[in-house]
């Protein structure tokens, strides 16, 4: 799995088309847009390498299968998102 996060304005969109080549994003590939001017996501970047590591690995998608893999990447940024900004935000990939 990879998960790319990428603004939504016209910057981001010619840096998009780079990412889509550089990152060889296909039909297989989901693309996380954080648009900062409609929210504001105060997630440490240390976070996102966990949630690919944990969720995005060979062995957890033999095991549990890519559907498990992508709903529970989801369900970790969402739990993520609902944790109160501070010094342990997002320390840990549920």
Same mark, same amino acid.
């Given at each position: ?10 910057? *981001? &969109?010619?840096?998009? =088309? /780079? ?14 847009? !954080? ?10 970047? *240390? &976070?996102?390498?966990? =949630? /690919? ?14 559907? !498990? ?26």
């Amino acid at each position: 799995m990879t998960l790319m996060e990428v603004g939504n304005n016209k910057k *981001s &969109f010619f840096a998009g =088309l /780079a990412i889509r080549d550089f990152w060889q994003v296909d039909d297989r590939t989901i693309v996380f847009v !954080a648009d900062p001017t409609f929210v504001d996501l105060d997630i440490p970047r *240390s &976070f996102w390498s966990r =949630l /690919a590591g944990k969720y995005g690995n060979i062995f957890y998608w033999k095991e549990k299968g890519e559907d !498990a893999s992508i709903e529970a990447a989801v369900m970790a940024i969402s739990s993520c998102l609902r944790e109160p900004v501070g010094p342990s935000n997002c320390s840990e990939v549920k």
